[in-house]
């Protein structure tokens, strides 16, 4: 742990964000197919840093425009999730490189 964030809290970002990304690939795969239950990523602190989550079928037609620009916005935001925690956990390599570096 490193100024009191641990290297899981970017671990558990980027996982999270896949998952986003994955229901709103789904609800595109699905937006014609009769019965499909929309997919939603309900995300909460995790009790030792970073985050949780799980995903969750909703009642919600699937077939509408909005749904559509919903799922669209969803997935590019879970790209830019997962590449802000991504940043994060190589800093966060580098500054551990580099104190490791100065020790030896």
């Known amino acids: 742990m490193i100024n009191g964030i641990p290297s899981s809290a970017s671990v558990s970002g980027m996982a999270v964000a896949m998952q986003r990304v994955d229901a709103a690939a789904s609800n595109t795969a699905n937006?014609?197919?009769e019965g499909f239950q929309r997919l939603r990523v309900e995300q909460s602190a995790a009790p030792n840093g970073g985050v949780q989550a799980r995903t969750v079928r909703t009642t919600?037609?699937?077939d509408?425009?909005?749904t559509a620009i919903r799922d669209a916005i969803d997935a590019r935001v879970g790209q830019r999730d997962f590449e802000a925690n991504a940043a994060a956990f190589r800093a966060r390599e580098d500054a551990l490189g580099s104190l490791f570096d100065q020790r030896a």
């Open 64 to 66: 509408t425009d909005q």
């Open 31 to 33: 937006r014609q197919t």
């Open 60 to 62: 919600e037609a699937n």
